[in-house]
């Protein structure tokens, strides 16, 4: 299959647009559960009306959360799939673009230093793009995650002593969710990264916070400490937007990494309530949208 690189572009463009406008379904069912679970009224107000806000944005046309964010594609080869490298990522970057300046949304992108806002949600190093490659037959998918500030100011990055082994782990978690408290937009998905090198672990996190909910960790170490961290989280009465309650977190999300047996580096990245993504698949029949 040969990827042609303008619908490459034209599906970028589309992925920021879509991402900022519809909540993927996991996301909306996750609220839902939340709140038959949540025994503190307040909260229960308060989650009532982020799911006032997702149908009103839904139903307008409108954006679910004025923060754009930093925007992330990831995609993923398939067997089979003919395409430039390069010329892939220049479409992305294209199409990023473009969704701003069509679509005349707030750009969120500025340089580091002279704070300097280009208007096109684009900048050096960013659209952030990650290559990936799968099994998958003549296939290429390619997922776009806004990621906002609010949740990406949240991030840790510890080098834990492996003789302290997981509760080191366990007790860094709990601490960063109280230190982020509401700031991070409550409920979030705490995605937790272990082990690697200090700049592989901190992927690791991004990855476990931006995963659909429902899914599990492949590893079953990882999948035992999400069950555990997901109690513990939801005992901390931080609450939504923390103001209290039992839903602090849709779920906490681990994924792990062999690393040196000098160390065991641990991180944690948190995605808020609104966990946009929105992804493009591409097969010899056409282009198929989702989440």
């Given at each position: 299959?040969?990827?042609?690189?303008?619908?490459?572009?034209?599906?970028?463009?589309?992925?920021?647009?879509?991402?900022?406008?519809?909540?993927?379904?996991?996301?909306?069912?996750?609220?839902?559960?939340?709140?038959?679970?949540?025994?503190?009224?307040?909260?229960?107000?308060?989650?009532?009306?982020?799911?006032?806000?997702?149908?009103?944005?839904?139903?307008?046309?409108?954006?679910?959360?004025?923060?754009?964010?930093?925007?992330?594609?990831?995609?993923r080869i398939g067997r089979g799939v003919e395409v430039d490298g390069h010329g892939?990522?220049?479409?992305?970057?294209?199409?990023?673009?473009?969704?701003?300046?069509?679509?005349?949304?707030?750009?969120?992108?500025?340089?580091?230093?002279?704070?300097?806002?280009?208007?096109?949600?684009?900048?050096?190093?960013?659209?952030?793009?990650?290559?990936?490659?799968?099994?998958?037959?003549?296939?290429?998918?390619?997922?776009?995650?806004?990621?906002?500030?609010?949740?990406?100011?949240?991030?840790?990055?510890?080098?834990?002593?492996?003789?302290?082994?997981?509760?080191?782990?366990?007790?860094?978690?709990?601490?960063?969710?109280?230190?982020?408290?509401?700031?991070?937009?409550?409920?979030?998905?705490?995605?937790?990264?272990?082990?690697?090198?200090?700049?592989?672990?901190?992927?690791?996190?991004?990855?476990?916070?931006?995963?659909?909910?429902?899914?599990?960790?492949?590893?079953?170490?990882?999948?035992?400490?999400?069950?555990?961290?997901?109690?513990?989280?939801?005992?901390?009465?931080?609450?939504?937007?923390?103001?209290?309650?039992?839903?602090?977190?849709?779920?906490?999300?681990?994924?792990?990494?062999?690393?040196?047996?000098?160390?065991?580096?641990?991180?944690?990245?948190?995605?808020?309530?609104?966990?946009?993504?929105?992804?493009?698949?591409?097969?010899?029949?056409?282009?198929?949208?989702?989440?």
């Open positions: 299959m040969k990827v042609d690189l303008q619908q490459v572009e034209e599906a970028a463009k589309e992925l920021y647009i879509r991402a900022l406008k519809l909540l993927p379904p996991d996301v909306k069912q996750g609220l839902d559960r939340l709140v038959a679970g949540e025994s503190d009224a307040g909260a229960k107000r308060v989650l009532g009306t982020m799911l006032k806000n997702i149908t009103v944005a839904e139903d307008t046309q409108t954006l679910l959360c004025q923060d754009t964010g930093i925007p992330i594609y990831n995609v892939l990522k220049e479409a992305i970057q294209r199409g990023c673009a473009r969704s701003t300046r069509e679509y005349s949304f707030r750009s969120s992108i500025v340089h580091p230093t002279t704070r300097v806002n280009e208007q096109n949600s684009s900048g050096r190093g960013v659209p952030i793009v990650h290559f990936e490659f799968s099994n998958e037959d003549k296939t290429l998918e390619m997922e776009m995650i806004p990621k906002g500030s609010g949740s990406e100011n949240n991030s840790w990055l510890k080098m834990a002593i492996p003789a302290e082994g997981v509760d080191a782990i366990k007790t860094f978690v709990i601490d960063c969710v109280l230190e982020a408290g509401g700031k991070t937009c409550p409920p979030t998905i705490v995605g937790v990264g272990v082990g690697g090198t200090s700049d592989l672990c901190v992927h690791l996190a991004k990855q476990a916070a931006t995963r659909a909910l429902g899914s599990r960790c492949e590893d079953p170490e990882g999948a035992k400490l999400e069950e555990a961290l997901t109690r513990a989280v939801n005992m901390l009465g931080v609450g939504p937007q923390g103001l209290g309650g039992d839903s602090t977190a849709f779920a906490v999300h681990v994924e792990t990494a062999a690393t040196h047996i000098t160390m065991n580096p641990v991180a944690v990245n948190m995605q808020c309530h609104s966990a946009r993504r929105a992804r493009a698949t591409f097969r010899p029949s056409g282009i198929e949208y989702g989440y």
